[in-house]
Each structure stands twice: as C-alpha cells, then as structure tokens.
T-cell receptor, first 111, second 106 residues
C-alpha cells in the first residue's frame, strides 16, 4: 500500500481557504485517493475521493496532478467547526478497500 | 444515509474477560474493518473481511479474533482482555465508520 505524507498540523482563520497537500510517491495504477475528517471521540468521516484531475462536492475540492504523486484537499472558507484531523489515504477502490491511516493533519481554525 | 452501528459507546471490562465488540452495517457492503485508535499511534488496522466467513489479519491482530457469520455483522473478539487493549475501537463498513467503542480494561 502506498505511504502518504502530510503536514502534522496547520493553522488557519475563519473565512480563509485551506489547502492541505499530501504526497504519495508510490501510488499504484489502481489506487484512488481518499480524504477523511475526524473530530475528537468520533469515527472518521468520509469527505471526498478522486482518481485524477479535480473532484468537487459540497464540502471540499480535491486536486490531483497528472502524475498523481500528490493531492491537495481544498476547504473553502473554513469555520471554527472545521477544526479537526484530516487524513489522506490511497487504496484500491473497492467499497473502501484496505485503507491504512497515517498521522493525519491537525487543522486548527481560529476566530 | 448509510449507517454503521457499534453496539456500545463505552465499555469497562476486567482483565482476562472475553469481550465482544459488535458492528452492524446496513449498506450491504462486502468489506468491513476493525481499527483501534490510540494517542500518538493513530488508527491501526486489526482485522478485515471481504465477505461472509472470510477474514484477514491487519497490522496488529495479536490478541484479537473476528467473526463474520452474516454480511451485515462483523464482530471483534478479545479472547482474554488485557490492560494494553484499552483503546478506542472503530468499525468501518465500506467508506463509513461507526461512532466508536471506548473500551477500558481494568
């Protein structure tokens, strides 16, 4: 399974756009890129998934360059409630597949 | 909305007890997973199952077993609970996680 590397922590202010970049240099052809959000004492919540180029939903956008060796989760206009840990994962698309979680990025949004 | 339900939110058990953690999903997913989460160690995969009666070891299976007799139910079993198994246990069905079971072994 491809290893992912992302920043340990990030700080932002309310209303700003936040971009969290994840590198996955040994991503395989069959791998998809998936992002999760986790609040304290809760299970992780699926945010977005993509294979290449750009994916957008009501919560976030995911940008994937042509070589797929990295990806960027973009959260538009964050609020205090976006303070959470964000995990980037790569794995075969198969109802989730065997996803291995890394350390994640702890995002802190300040007023 | 799809749902993954873990039977207990909080559980306290004694050392040596046999502990069952139950997880039920309503999505008809083949894939189900058990993780534990500990401060500083993140989420670690214990066991997973790609179909009924099938199971595969994750990264930390020692001290645990699983049962998948029906597609919607995936049980994690601690044969003889120990204090180092005190943790938050999270079940996943497809892409959806349950709310977690915080197990304390005393």
């Amino acid at each position: 399974l491809a290893k992912t590397t992302q920043p340990i922590s990030m700080d932002s202010y309310e209303g700003q756009e936040v971009n969290i970049t994840c590198s996955h240099n040994n991503i395989a052809t069959n791998d998809y890129i998936t992002w999760y959000q986790q609040f304290p004492s809760q299970g992780p919540r699926f945010i977005i998934q993509g294979y290449k180029t750009k994916v957008t939903n009501e919560v976030a956008s995911l940008f994937i360059p042509a070589d797929r060796k990295s990806s960027t989760l973009s959260l538009p206009r964050v609020s205090l409630s976006d303070t959470a840990v964000y995990y980037c994962l790569v794995g075969i698309y198969n109802q989730g597949g065997k996803l291995i979680f890394g350390q994640g990025t702890e995002l802190s949004v300040k007023p | 909305d799809v749902k993954v339900t873990q039977s207990s939110r909080y559980l306290v058990k004694r050392t040596g007890e046999k502990v069952f953690l139950e997880c039920v999903q309503d999505m008809d997913h083949e894939n189900m997973f058990w993780y534990r989460q500990d401060p500083g160690l993140g989420l670690r995969l214990i066991y997973f199952s790609y179909d009924v009666k099938m199971k595969e070891k994750g990264d930390i299976p020692e001290g645990y077993s699983v049962s998948r007799e029906k597609k919607e139910r995936f049980s994690l079993i601690l044969e003889s609970a120990s204090t180092n198994q005190t943790s938050m246990y999270l079940c996943r069905g497809g892409y959806t996680f349950g709310s977690g079971t915080r197990l304390t072994v005393v």
